[in-house]
């Protein structure tokens, strides 16, 4: 049985802008098993403020505002055929380290009142696909990489019930 070893956490956010630990597990979980992710996988999530995801977007991207999601991948990986080394593994804990996720809690919480979804609906979109960017997907390039991103979000949303 694979154990996933997710460490998620708040930094920096007020008590009312908190998201759901339990839920961002969960839709990690959910998006690994949908990707056919064999092998326990070992992913770090931290919900900042608006400050620290600015700060974090303009040292890693060259872009001055904050934003929503970032996504770190230890990896490139070849999306929709998940394979790794042997060698990617962490000698200690067995697992693959796949990446850091980082959430701006402010900027989930207005979009999802802007959206008019729920906070825990933009929550597990936002989570599944920075996720999916950690597993190689990527949206930005071609438009054929951008309708398989948005066909694997739409699905694992769907089963998490979020459709």
Do not use: W
Not at 41 to 66: A, Q, S, W, Y
Not at 84 to 90: F, K, R
């Amino acid at each position: 049985m694979k154990i996933h070893k997710i460490y998620a956490r708040h930094s920096g956010v007020g008590h009312a802008d908190r998201l759901s630990i339990p839920l961002i597990r969960r839709c990690i979980r959910t998006a690994l098993r949908a990707e056919g992710v064999d092998v326990p996988c070992e992913v770090n999530v931290l919900v900042t403020g608006d400050d620290r995801i600015k700060e974090i977007n303009k040292d890693f991207r060259g872009i001055d505002r904050p934003t929503d999601v970032l996504s770190f991948p230890a990896y490139t990986l070849i999306p929709g055929a998940f394979e790794y080394d042997p060698a990617m593994l962490d000698h200690e804990s067995g697992t693959l380290p796949l990446g850091d996720i980082i959430l701006s809690a402010r900027r989930v919480n207005k979009q999802a009142s802007t959206s008019r979804n729920s906070l825990d609906r933009e929550t597990a979109f936002l989570t599944v696909h920075s996720v999916l960017h950690l597993l190689g997907y990527d949206h930005m390039d071609e438009a054929d990489e951008k309708r398989q991103m948005r066909s694997r979000e739409r699905r694992i949303m769907k089963e998490l019930e979020y459709d």
